[in-house]
């Protein structure tokens, strides 16, 4: 060996003088790269259109009818086919069926949403805590999360929305008061439904963790706190915004089902579940009653699924934007 | 602990619980470290080089982890007793580390400048403006040009060179006192490599700094370090200055790693030396000298008792019961 230590490394070149690497494109940012694959995405685009035209119905019909017109009850106009003055048609009580799927969006949404917010907030936590600590703590949570899982969702619902909907007093939200038993319907949906978000959750924690920056970021002498908000959740955020959105969709499916039994957001209020509910009896003679509340739905639910696809193509950082 | 020194590690044991066994991964290693001094810790992979490091810097999961025993003080506190939040007052602060692979120790999903200004913000309390003046100017001393614009960009923007640069202004953002290079140099190119040997060089100078440089490449050992720990199955087998340990290596390993360098003035047509056999299973408690299986001048008592690190010139210690000068056991 001829170098020691204490001779300058004379053959190096000086390294400030050196550009970066220009080989390298500049590159697209991660939002732009994002929003290319999501355009790529026709079925994504559709869902994404319809479905803000579907909030503009329900929340923008506010400005044009008022609450009351939804509730209004015209015994001389029961059952009315869809004509010019109700182009929906008319419910058994005379109930302006255009208005009312208005007025049962906004809840049929707000439900959706916040459903999802409470099954966020429960899985979200409980997956971290899980994946990022494991040992016992996983163990009991792993297994309440898997007690929680294995008794039927729709049982639960049906039971829980039965015991607790008559508890709960009315409650006044943007400017509207709401029957209780929608926040019931709320709470019991986002209490059932976090186990699959916890799961999906723990897994990316258990994954992300062992990365090498995570290491490095720990070397830096970054707090557990910041290592899973700051590090760990925002490389786990595709796979749970796409969860979260499909459960918007899963949770407004699951409203018109307890609904639809009678056991959901109670009468006068409207949702479109509860409009569904009773229009049975009337499936051959009075097909307005469940066409436009169960098209929505659909519409909804389906344009939710197709959004959530696209997101999960697009965020997914291994699929690449020709 | 003597005031020269910086760190002092004695008698350091870590191991691994899993499933099939115990893994011995470090067993009982003591070294020291001055203020401003630069060590090299050689040895092939899977020794214990890294493990030693994380056991120091608390970096190791318990379990599966566990520091069975050792002490290591630094400044004259014992980074193996002190609370966990103390701990993360000295990561990064204190000692901070660079990792192998740059390409994966940067978050993908947040900014450099984000990333530059985490251990500031933690360790100095600098609001923003101030944490993105000082990552500009920590950009431009690793020698990242525009480094204003590159502040916003993500780290798949950069190049392999370029983030282990980034990795080591993060490193050097605090100014720390010890630097724990984990070979910084082995995922990247040659030309890169020397360029990034060069940047810590200077920026040691620079800042004042110790530094712990992990590698298997003599060659860069050579460069850097003012002296040398050679690890071998978790043990330390040779300890020298660096022309010592070129010049007058006293453990068989060091000989066979020296003999195994490629060298620019040998036949073309020759193969390249190397060890035969493989570093030993570390899920078997070790008994007698682990090199012992490879070791061409073993003999009977090697297999018996582990050698001590004993002296064997000024600031010269090995561990081996064969003297290779006189060609006699000890």
Known sequence: MDSSPSQPARSVPDVLQLHPDELETPLLSLEQLTWRRFRRHKMAIFGAITLALIIVYAFGGMVIFSEADANLVETGARLNPPSSKHPFGTDTI???????????????????????????????????????????????????????LVIPQIF?????????????????????????????????????????????????FLSVKENDFILAARATGTSTR????????????????????????????????????????????ATWGNML?????????????????????????????????????????????? | ?????????????????????????????????????????????????????????????????????????????????????????????EIA??????????????????????????HLGMDNQKSRQRAIELLDLVGISDATHQLGNYPHQFSGGMRQRVMIAMALSCAPSLLIADEPTTALDVTIQAQIVELVLRLREKLDM??????????????????????????????????????????????ALLAALPRVDRRRDQRLRSIPGAPPNLLVAPKGCPFAARCEYVFEHCLAEMPPLIEVGTNHRSACWFDVKTGKPR
């Not at chain 1, 005379?94 to 966020?120: C, K």
């Not at chain 2, 340990?245 to 390993?253: A, F, G, I, K, M």
């Open chain 1, 94 to 148: 005379g109930r302006d069926i255009l208005v009312r799927t208005m007025y049962g969006g906004q809840i049929s949404i707000i439900i959706g949403l916040t459903a999802m917010t409470v099954e966020l907030l429960i899985g979200v936590t409980i997956g971290a805590l899980t994946g990022y600590f494991g040992g016992r703590l996983d163990s009991i949570l792993m297994r309440l999360t898997e007690a929680v």
């Open chain 1, 156 to 204: 639960l619902l049906l039971v829980m929305a039965k015991y607790f909907a008559q508890s709960i007093p009315n409650i006044s939200f943007l400017g509207r008061t709401f029957s209780g038993s929608a926040l019931v319907i709320i709470l019991v949906i986002g209490v059932t439904s976090w186990p699959y978000l916890a799961r999906i959750v723990r897994a990316q």
């Open chain 1, 226 to 269: 910041e290592i899973i908000f700051r590090h760990i959740l925002p490389n786990s955020i595709a796979p749970i915004i796409v969860a979260a959105t499909l459960s918007v969709a899963s949770a407004i499916t699951l409203e018109a089902y307890i609904s639809f039994l009678g056991l959901g957001v109670r009468p006068p209020t």
């Open chain 1, 277 to 322: 509910e009773g229009a049975y009896n009337y499936v051959e003679s009075a097909w307005w009653l469940w066409f436009f509340p169960g098209l929505l739905i659909a519409l909804t639910v389906l344009s939710i699924n197709f959004l959530g696809d696209g997101l999960r193509d697009a965020l997914d950082p291994h699929s690449r934007a020709k």
């Open chain 2, 1 to 93: 602990m003597k005031p020269e020194l910086l760190l002092d590690v004695t008698n350091l044991h870590t191991r691994f619980h899993i499933a099939e066994g115990t893994v011995y991964a470090v067993n009982g290693i003591s070294f020291s470290l001055k203020f401003g001094e630069t060590i090299a810790v050689v040895g092939e992979s899977g020794c214990g080089k890294s493990v030693t490091m994380m056991s120091i810097m608390r970096l190791i999961s318990i379990p599966p982890g566990e520091i069975a025993d050792g002490q290591a003080m630094y400044r004259g506190r014992d980074l193996l007793q002190i609370s966990e939040e103390e701990m993360e007052q000295i990561r990064g602060r």
């Open chain 2, 97 to 122: 580390m660079v990792f192998q692979d740059p390409m994966t120790s940067l978050n993908p999903v947040l900014t450099i400048g984000r990333q530059l200004s985490e251990a500031l913000r933690v």
């Open chain 2, 210 to 255: 110790s530094v712990i440089w992990i590698t298997h490449d003599l060659g860069v050992v050579a460069e850097i370090a003012e002296r040398v720990l050679v690890m071998y199955a978790g043990f330390i087998v040779e300890e020298a200055m660096v022309d010592d340990l070129y010049e007058d290596s006293r453990h068989p390993y060091t000989h």
